[in-house]
C-alpha cells in the first residue's frame, strides 16, 4: 500500500510538471505557427507573382514577332491572356509614351508614364498607381520588356486591380480569422487590406493605435523600413481584445507582408489545451482516490478473466492474420472460417459478401462431408432472411433449436435438402459507413453456450477484409483504366496482347488511331481543351468498337483490335468514325490491318500503324497545300 501512495504521489507530480511543460510548449508553437502562416502566406504571393511573369515573358516573346502593335490579330492573342493569374487586363507601353490597351486602343499616358524610364528598369512591378482607364481604381503594372533584336520595342503591363488581389491570392490564414496588409516599404502605401478593404491608406495609420507594453509604432515602422521579421501587440477597438500584428518582408519590390491575427486566434490552442489539461489533472486526482481503493478488487477479478481473455484475444489474433490478405490469397478466407468453427463448434460457417442486398460473392466452410446448404438457393434464402432481420435494427441472431429458428426467421423455409434448421448465431458486419457489407454466421452449433459475441469479436476484421477487398478491386480497375478516356491503358493493352492469339477463330484486324491537332489545339485553347477533344474521341471509338478490345496507348494514339469481325466491316467503321468526328471539327489518322490467316500480332500491328502514319503524312500535306493556297491568294489581292 505504502508503494502504491508513493507511486500515485510521483505520477501527481509529472502529471503537473508536465502540464507546466506542455503549456509552455503550446505558446512557443502559437508564436511557430503565426510565422509560419505568414511565410506560408508569402510563398503564395511570391509564387502568383512568378507565374504571371513567366506568363508575361512568354507572351512578349509572341508580341515581338509583330512589326505592327495595332494589329487585331495580335490583340487577339494579346487579349487571351487576359483571364491569366492575377491580371484584370494586358496593356502596351509604345516608345512614344502612348498606351494600348483593350482591342488596341490607343490613349495617353498623359505624362504618367515614361517609356524610356520604365525601359531601364527592365521587368518590374510597379507601386500603387491609380488606373488610367478607370482612375478610380488602384493597380500595380507587372512589366516586362518586349524586345525585338536587341532593341526593346514596348513595354507588355500586367495590370493588377488591388481590390482584387486578395480573392487572386485565395489566402484564408488561420482559417479565416486573420487579416493581412501589403505595404510598399518605400512609400509606406498599402496596396492590399483585407481588413477594411480601403486600398489609399497608408503606414502611418497605425500611429494612432493603442499598443501594448513593450511595443510602439516607432518599432512597427522601422521594421518595415529596414525589412526585420518580427511582431508588435496593440489593442483592437473593435473586439475589445489585443491583436498580433507580425511583419515580414515579401521579397518582391520592397513590399512588406503585415498579418493581424486576434490574440484568441493566437492562443487558440493554447487555451483549449490549457482548459483540458486542467480538467485532466481534476479528473486523475478523483481516478486515484477510487483506483486506491477499488485497486484489489480489481485484481482479483482480473485474475480469473486473464485465462478467458487470452483464449480470445488468441483466437481474434488467429482470425485477424488470416484474413490480413485475404483480399489477395482466398484460400486464407476458407481458413478463418474454420477457426470460427474450431472455437464455436459449429458444423457450418458462411460469409457472405453484398452490396445493395445483393450477394456479391459467399464463402463457406463445413465439417468434413456435410451436406448443410450444399443447394446455393437455400444458401441465399437464409442470407435473404438474415439480412431482413438486421436491417430492422437488430444486432446479433441467436436461436438453439429450429422452432426458435422457424419462429425469428419465418421466411426461412425448409426444402427437400433441408428438413429443420438446426441452431444458428450470426452477425451483421457493416462497413465504414455503417451499411451491412456482409453477414457472418454459424449453423448446427454442439454447445449452447456459444453466444453470437464470439462473431461480434471478429467483426471487425471482416469488415477490413470486405474493405481491403473492395479496394483491391477498385485499384486493380483503375491500374487497368486510362482516367481521362475510360479505355483501357497501356498496362492493360500490354496485358492483353498475347492473349489475341487465343480468340481469334477467323480473323484479327488492328485499328490504330492517332489524333491530328492535339499539339495546337492544347497550345491555342488550352490543355483542358485538348482533354475535351480526347475524351470525345474515346466516345465515339466506345461507340462504334466497344470498350472490351479498345485502349488509348498513348497521349493522342488509340488502338483496337476487332476479332472474328468481317473486313469490310471493319475498314467502313474506321471509315465512319473519321467522317463523325470530323464533322465535329476533330480530325484523325486511321490506319487499318485485317488478316485472316495467322499472322504475328506484332507485324499486324506494325502494318496498321504504318497506315496510320501514311493517313497522317497526307492530312498534314494537304493542310499545307491549304494554307499555301490562301497564302497565293491574299497575294493576288
Known amino acids: 500500500m505504502a508503494a502504491t501512495v508513493l507511486l500515485i504521489f510521483l505520477i501527481a507530480l509529472i502529471s503537473v510538471l508536465s502540464t507546466s511543460r506542455i503549456n509552455s510548449m503550446e505558446e512557443a508553437r502559437s508564436f511557430t505557427r503565426l510565422g509560419q502562416e505568414a511565410d506560408s502566406l508569402i510563398g503564395d504571393i511570391q509564387a502568383e507573382m512568378y507565374n504571371d511573369r513567366e506568363e508575361l515573358e512568354v507572351l512578349a516573346e509572341v508580341i515581338s514577332g509583330y512589326e505592327d502593335m495595332t494589329s487585331p490579330e495580335l490583340w487577339e492573342v494579346i487579349e487571351s491572356y487576359d483571364a491569366i493569374g492575377a491580371f484584370s487586363r494586358v496593356d502596351l507601353l509604345l516608345p512614344d509614351d502612348t498606351v494600348l490597351t ?6 495617353s499616358s498623359g505624362g ?29 503594372r507587372n512589366c516586362v520588356p518586349v ?22 491570392l485565395r489566402a484564408a490564414p488561420y482559417g479565416g480569422a486573420a487579416a493581412f496588409y501589403i505595404i510598399d516599404a518605400s512609400t509606406g502605401d498599402i496596396l492590399t487590406d483585407t481588413w477594411s478593404g480601403q486600398l489609399n491608406g497608408n503606414i502611418s495609420q497605425f500611429d494612432e493605435r493603442e499598443f501594448a507594453p513593450g511595443y510602439d509604432h516607432n518599432q512597427l515602422r522601422e521594421g518595415i523600413i529596414r525589412g526585420d521579421s518580427g511582431y508588435v501587440v496593440f489593442m483592437s477597438e473593435m473586439f475589445d481584445e489585443h491583436l498580433y500584428l507580425y511583419y515580414e518582408p515579401v521579397g518582391i519590390n520592397g513590399w512588406r507582408l503585415l498579418l493581424s491575427v486576434p490574440e484568441s486566434a493566437v492562443f487558440e490552442n493554447v487555451d483549449s489545451i490549457r482548459y483540458i489539461l486542467n480538467l485532466f489533472l481534476v479528473f486523475q486526482a478523483v481516478c486515484f482516490v477510487v483506483y486506491f481503493f477499488w485497486m484489489l478488487y480489481y485484481v482479483r477479478r482480473e485474475t480469473r478473466a486473464k485465462q478467458r481473455q487470452l483464449d480470445m484475444i488468441q483466437y481474434i489474433y488467429d482470425v485477424e492474420k488470416l484474413l490480413f490478405n485475404a483480399h489477395e490469397s482466398r484460400e486464407n478466407i476458407a481458413g478463418a472460417l474454420e477457426k470460427i468453427a474450431q472455437i464455436t463448434m459449429a458444423q457450418c460457417v458462411f460469409f457472405w459478401i453484398c452490396d445493395d442486398s445483393v450477394v456479391k460473392e459467399c464463402f463457406r466452410w463445413c465439417t468434413k462431408n456435410h451436406e448443410l446448404f450444399q443447394d446455393s438457393e437455400s444458401g441465399l434464402q ?3 432472411e438474415l439480412l431482413r432481420h438486421f436491417s430492422s435494427g437488430e444486432n ?7 422452432s426458435e429458428v422457424e419462429r425469428e426467421l419465418p421466411g426461412l423455409v425448409p426444402s427437400d435438402e433441408v428438413v429443420s434448421f438446426p441452431e444458428l448465431i450470426a452477425v451483421p458486419v457493416s462497413d465504414m459507413s455503417g451499411n451491412i457489407c456482409g453477414v457472418l454466421a454459424c449453423v448446427g452449433l454442439q454447445d449452447r453456450d456459444v453466444t453470437p459475441d464470439l462473431l461480434s469479436n471478429v467483426s471487425f476484421s471482416f469488415r477490413m477484409f470486405c474493405h481491403n477487398l473492395k479496394v483491391y478491386d477498385t485499384i486493380r480497375e483503375q491500374g487497368e483504366r486510362d482516367i481521362l478516356s475510360g479505355l483501357y491503358n497501356r498496362n492493360r493493352y500490354e496485358m492483353d496482347l498475347p492473349l489475341y492469339h487465343e480468340r481469334v477463330q477467323t480473323s484479327l484486324a488492328c485499328v490504330y488511331i492517332d489524333v491530328n491537332g492535339l499539339h495546337e489545339r492544347n497550345n491555342t485553347e488550352g490543355h483542358e481543351a ?24 498513348g497521349g493522342d494514339e488509340f488502338l483496337v483490335f476487332e476479332v472474328d469481325q468481317d473486313r469490310e466491316s471493319v475498314f467502313e467503321k474506321g471509315r465512319q468514325l473519321e ?59
Not at 475535351?532 to 468498337?545: E, G, N, P, T
Not at 504504318?610 to 497565293?632: C, H, I, L, P, V
Request: with cysteine.
Open 102 to 107: 483593350e482591342g488596341g486602343q490607343e490613349i
Open 112 to 140: 504618367k508614364l515614361s517609356f524610356e524610364e520604365e525601359a531601364s528598369l527592365g521587368a518590374h512591378i510597379s507601386g500603387r498607381e491609380t488606373d488610367m482607364v478607370s482612375e478610380e481604381k488602384y493597380i500595380v
Open 147 to 168: 524586345v525585338r533584336g536587341e532593341e526593346t520595342v514596348a513595354m507588355l503591363c500586367g495590370i493588377v486591380e488591388l481590390d482584387n488581389l486578395p480573392v487572386y
Open 382 to 384: 437464409l442470407f435473404e
Open 396 to 402: 446479433e441472431f441467436a436461436a438453439y433449436d429450429a
Open 530 to 553: 485538348g482533354d475535351r477533344m480526347l475524351r470525345c474521341v474515346a466516345d465515339h471509338i466506345r461507340q462504334m468498337f466497344g470498350d472490351e478490345c479498345s485502349y488509348r496507348i
Open 579 to 637: 467522317d463523325i468526328l470530323e464533322k465535329k471539327g476533330i480530325h484523325i489518322s486511321v490506319g487499318t490491318q485485317w488478316e485472316e490467316r495467322e499472322v504475328p500480332i506484332d507485324e499486324l500491328i506494325k502494318a496498321a500503324e504504318k497506315k496510320m502514319y501514311e493517313a497522317k503524312r497526307r492530312f498534314y500535306q494537304q493542310k499545307a497545300n491549304e494554307r499555301s493556297k490562301r497564302g497565293r491568294s491574299n497575294f493576288n489581292l
